[in-house]
């Protein structure tokens, strides 16, 4: 089973690409980590990246993104419209696939305690990780923002921070790490430069002054428009028709029209399989009708399909998949060979060799989905206007390198672990062994190539030096 985990952390800038692209350089770096999506927003001054990793690595990717942000963000200087406390204003964790909320919530903590150890940035958690009812609701940590939160912390024992001391970073303030469901962040434009027409629709469109379930709403000046600027933290429970359909009601009793709206960050395909039924009145609409999903559910099962994929003239999966693919070969061999061990002469050694190669598999499964993503990622990248391409160009190759590096680590490990299989397992299981152990050294060499075509095109030199040492590790 996949297990793969969101995260999508504010930061507060908008304006210089150069630094978010070193955000985003420093959360590639942790590796294994899926950078989908970056939106900057001058006017809010904020940026949103939306990256997704295994949760082995996905907390170490948060908090080096924390720290790059910590040097390069003063909060001192710092004025947009969107409410903020700090440089890193909040990180909140999202269960993709098969992880729970429960295990999202033990991210956020673990999160949350490094960003102290290493930042001496003071926490707050929220959202299914709140520690206090008082919490779980964003705006209630952020009220007064990082001007009014710095001098109040310091003597009032209600807003003291879940982790650190009762005073703010200087320059980076405090940052809000949580867990919740997958939010959708939704603008609305009206026709209409009056903020405050936004103001009233967002108070009777948000939960909390009675308005739609799971909705977050406030009005704001964007570009000389009326915004109201929402998050919909439940898009099941009240879906974004039905939160269209609302704020077009309310704008035509204010005498406006919505011009347009816009969907910030990544959006389930679910909650658009959910909007087109509804406003195309479709009676038998059902996900599956939906030609994608159908392939997507086609391609899931089978090694024919996957060779299939391989062999089709396209760029992925290629041989970075193909490497993962054959050391997962090579640990499904080595679990079967163990186990029909153990069941001969049962012991503690075999018992920990099974569950060695059942978790190795694991890792080379999800690994083969994750070098074909890692290199569309590039691909994406290389596709933007060529003045903003070299940053996210340089962070996608980076998260590219990392991939094949992780195989190239890990099969070394199982041939080690092939190897101790060999002095315990029958003999009549030599042949199997040998298969085992030819598949690693292949996925080895095949996931180092592949590490080092990536590298041809990086030119960050600390980068650069740490992947050369891990690679002449994994030889």
């Keep these: 089973m996949r297990r793969l985990v969101e995260c999508v952390p504010n930061f507060s ?69 969107h409410p903020r406390i700090g440089a890193t204003d909040v990180v909140p964790f999202v269960p ?174 679910k909650a658009l399989e959910l909007s087109a039924a509804f406003f195309l009145r479709v009676e038998n609409f059902e996900p599956r009708l939906v030609l994608e999903n159908r392939l997507a559910d086609s391609l899931r099962t089978g090694l024919g399909e996957f060779l299939d994929q391989v062999a089709a003239p396209t760029p992925t999966p290629g041989g970075g998949s193909a490497a993962a693919a054959a050391a997962a070969l090579a640990a499904a061999l080595g679990a079967m060979v163990a186990g029909l061990a153990k069941n001969k002469k049962p012991g503690p050694e075999l018992e920990r060799l099974v569950a060695e190669f059942q978790q190795a598999r694991r890792f080379f499964e999800l690994a083969v989905e994750r070098d074909a993503a890692s290199y569309e990622a590039v691909r994406a990248a290389c596709r933007l206007p060529k003045g903003e391409r070299a940053g996210p160009v340089e962070a996608a190759l980076q998260g590219a390198a990392m991939v094949p590096l992780e195989v190239a680590e890990a099969a070394r490990e199982l041939e080690g672990a092939l190897e101790r299989l060999r002095e315990l397992a029958p003999a009549a299981m030599s042949s199997d062994l040998e298969t085992a152990v030819a598949l690693a050294l292949a996925a080895g060499r095949g996931a180092r190539a592949n590490v080092e075509i990536n590298l041809a095109g990086i030119h960050d030199p600390e980068f650069l030096r740490r992947v050369e040492e891990r690679l002449q590790t994994s030889r």
Excluded at 32 to 39: F, K, Q, T
Excluded at 225 to 250: C, G, I, K, W, Y
Aim: with cysteine; net charge negative.
């Design 13 to 81: 800038e908008g304006r210089d690409a150069r630094v978010v692209d070193e955000i985003v350089r420093a959360i590639a770096s942790a590796g294994g980590i899926m950078v989908l999506d970056r939106e900057m927003d001058a006017d809010h001054h904020r940026s949103v990246i939306t990256f997704a990793g295994p949760v082995e690595t996905v907390v170490e990717a948060a908090v080096r993104g924390v720290e790059k942000a910590a040097a390069l963000i003063d909060l001192t200087r710092h004025r947009g419209e």
């Design 96 to 269: 993709l696939e098969g992880v729970s909320i429960e295990e999202c919530v033990e991210l956020a903590r673990r999160a949350g305690e490094e960003i102290w150890r290493r930042c001496r940035i003071p926490v707050y958690y929220y959202e299914s990780a709140a520690r206090d009812p008082e919490r779980v609701r964003l705006e209630n940590i952020r009220r007064g923002q990082f001007e009014g939160l710095r001098e109040e912390v310091r003597t009032n024992p209600a807003r003291r921070p879940d982790v650190g001391e009762a005073e703010l970073h200087p320059t980076a303030g405090a940052t809000v790490v949580g867990a919740r469901k997958f939010l959708i962040a939704y603008n609305v434009y009206l026709a209409t430069p009056d903020v405050e027409v936004a103001k009233r629709i967002a108070r009777k469109v948000r939960a909390s002054s009675g308005g739609l379930p799971f909705v977050k709403a406030m009005g704001l000046e964007v570009k000389s428009r009326a915004q109201v600027s929402m998050n919909l933290t439940d898009f099941e429970q009240t879906p974004v028709h039905v939160v269209f359909d609302v704020v077009e009601r309310e704008a035509r009793n204010e005498g406006t029209r919505i011009e347009s709206s816009e969907i910030v960050g990544l959006i389930p395909k």
